[in-house]
């Protein structure tokens, strides 16, 4: 008997959605003649029962088209919005699973999508993920589809911003995506000859990237690019968001956990503009003008790259065969250029950041890039 598969996307939309989406369906269908039932709007779809057939003239077309057909959202089954209040839905989600008849539920997505699929998992429901995210940060996983594309489009726009920042003598800011990890900004930085690149791994001192900014003055370079990722604080700040997150996960208490996350939230919104401090300080400091780019979800929109097209199709081939063999609890991670199922017990809460002694920073210190440290 044939199988039904499920699928969703949840969380932020990237490039190379639609052809993942193409890539497990075609597969499903011409080669094991499996259904399949896309949700729309991630969990939120699964739990309303909104739903469609994704036949083959739906998959058609799809490979280059950003975004993603099915829609997406950020809403987790055990804390859903529904009606201005909060619920578990999980046991919902469980009920339409079954009352679809399905035999796999695919979900494509970050770090918290393989959180919320690894609860689905312990609620008995056969998963398999796809890992998704510009920020390039889930574990396991060599790369995710849609890093590729961004970190094509961070880099384009750091190469027009050079002529910019030459012609009037300026330092230019750009702001790349990554709250925690620092990929993207490290790849797009070292790709476009930026002068300072600042990540949330490695806390900067304003001063050392002030000082690197103006021995490049005084060799007659009057302008300066910083790359920063959204996520990068300096020294101090980053040691109190630390001493934070470490009450959050090690509480004496209830009440200390839910406090910790309290002063987490706000010291988030405090720090929502700190690229615009950063500009400011340096400003004040290098006595030249400084101006803010911030590139924002433009580095999640557009067609997707080669290498992502090529990525999403050969993870999601191998997803529709995990789904026949019945391989089930996993995430399909690409290793060493091959699929490999993963445990998602390995995967959920695994949040891969650039080691200290990864190559392309390496890189960067050799090419004289100011790191911040």
Request: charged residues 20%; hydrophobic residues 40%; proline residues 3%.
């Amino acid at each position: 008997m044939s199988k039904h598969i499920g699928i969703l996307t949840a969380g932020g939309d990237s490039p190379g959605l639609n052809a993942t989406i193409r890539g497990v369906g075609k597969c499903a269908q011409g080669q094991y003649g499996m259904q399949i039932t896309g949700f729309k709007d991630g969990f939120k779809g699964l739990t309303e029962n909104r739903s469609f057939r994704l036949d083959g003239d739906v998959l058609s077309g799809i490979l280059t088209v950003g975004g993603t057909i099915l829609g997406t959202s950020r809403d987790k089954p055990h804390r859903m919005n529904i009606g201005g209040k909060v619920r578990d839905m999980t046991d919902v989600i469980v009920e339409n699973y079954h009352a679809n008849h399905l035999d796999a539920l695919v979900c494509l997505g970050g770090g918290g999508t393989q959180k919320n699929a690894l609860k689905l998992m312990e609620k008995g429901l056969n998963i398999i993920t796809l890992p998704k995210t510009i920020d390039n940060d889930v574990g396991i996983t060599d790369t995710t589809f849609g890093f590729d594309t961004a970190l094509g489009i961070a880099t384009d726009a750091i190469d027009r911003l050079h002529s910019t920042a030459h012609s009037h003598h300026r330092i230019i800011v750009v702001e790349i995506m990554g709250h925690r990890a620092g990929w993207l900004a490290l790849g797009a930085g070292i790709a476009g000859g930026a002068d300072v690149i600042l990540t949330p791994e490695i806390p900067y001192n304003i001063n050392q990237v002030a000082e690197a900014i103006t021995q490049r003055l005084r060799k007659g370079k009057s302008f300066s690019i910083v790359a920063v990722a959204e996520g990068a604080l300096p020294i101090e700040d980053a040691a109190k968001l630390k001493a934070l997150e470490k009450k959050k996960l090690n509480p004496k208490d209830k009440q200390e956990k839910k406090q910790a996350k309290i002063d987490i939230a706000a010291f988030e919104k405090e720090h929502a503009e700190h690229t615009f401090t950063l500009s400011r300080q340096l400003e004040e400091l290098t006595g030249l003008e400084s101006r803010v780019t911030i590139l924002g979800h433009l580095q999640r929109g557009g067609t997707p790259s080669a290498a992502d097209r090529i990525l999403a199709t050969h993870l999601g081939t191998a997803c529709a065969t995990l789904v026949q063999q019945c391989q089930f609890g996993v995430m399909v991670a690409s290793i060493n250029g091959k699929a490999e199922p993963v445990p998602l017990e390995k995967v959920a809460g695994n949040k891969k950041l650039v080691p200290k002694d990864h190559p392309w920073l390496i890189t960067a210190r050799q090419v004289d890039t100011n790191l911040g440290n």
